[in-house]
């Protein structure tokens, strides 16, 4: 199971988290609205959720779209399936990064479900695309 986490979250991330992680910055950077980027995030966790595909590949990044694959997909939702449906958003905290002459807002959100608990990190692009998904 954790082995299985683990290459997921490495194929969600590809191309994607070494800039994250490198260019994390303390707060929301300009021109993200935190409200906006809450109420999104919390979209994307509801559509997890629902296994809405459809409505999940509507909200990726051109570069979401090639690494969220169908495989890769099927094995997010399974890791879901394993931790249940979700009961609450517990908290969601914002911050930014910058990838090249990029600059993401970020929401870490941690989220109870039926069987346990999991942290979303949550990267959108300046115009609100799911840019960055990892499950923890």
Known sequence: MKQARRLISLILLIGFSLGLLAGCAAKLPEGYDEA????????VIMVLD???????????????????TEEVKAQVFAILD????????VEMKTTGST???ITYGVV????????????????FDPQMRLAGLFLQ
Do not use: C, W
Request: charged share 30%.
């Open 82 to 89: 394993d931790f249940g449906p979700v009961q609450e958003i």
């Open 36 to 43: 906006v980027v809450k109420s999104e995030a919390d979209k």
């Open 99 to 101: 990838e090249g002459e």
């Open 108 to 123: 870490v959100a941690r989220v109870k479900h039926a069987n346990g608990e999991l942290t979303y990190t949550i990267s």
């Open 50 to 68: 629902a296994r809405d595909v459809d409505q999940l590949t509507a909200m990726l990044t051109d570069q979401m779209k090639l690494g969220l």
